[in-house]
């Protein structure tokens, strides 16, 4: 299992806005995606912004790259990890 966290920010006065598009957009869309095993919305407040944390559990990278296919997983970031076999 594979976590992996994402982080954007808003001027605070958006918060409610951001919080509804990750609620109804973000949150469907990582937990619909093949190979999500879990996806939280976090934030908090600090000096006039709200900086948002999307904390998701994945299968493995291909499920990651369903969802991101343009994101910055490495086609070589799972040789980096320790797998089952090498941890023995």
């Not at 994402?6 to 109804?24: I, N």
């Not at 469907?28 to 939280?40: E, M, Q, V």
Request: aromatic share 12%; hydrophobic share 40%; charged share 25%.
């Amino acid at each position: 299992m594979i976590a992996r966290r994402w982080h954007g920010r808003v001027p605070c006065e958006k918060t409610a806005e951001y919080m509804q598009l990750m609620a109804q957009v973000g949150l469907p869309d990582y937990r619909s995606t093949l190979g999500n095993r879990g996806a939280w919305c976090l934030f908090r407040r600090d000096n006039g912004i709200a900086h948002f944390e999307m904390f998701t559990l994945w299968d493995d990278f291909g499920a990651i790259r369903r969802f991101a296919p343009d994101s910055a997983v490495s086609q070589n970031a799972s040789a980096a990890l320790p797998t089952r076999s090498r941890l023995r």
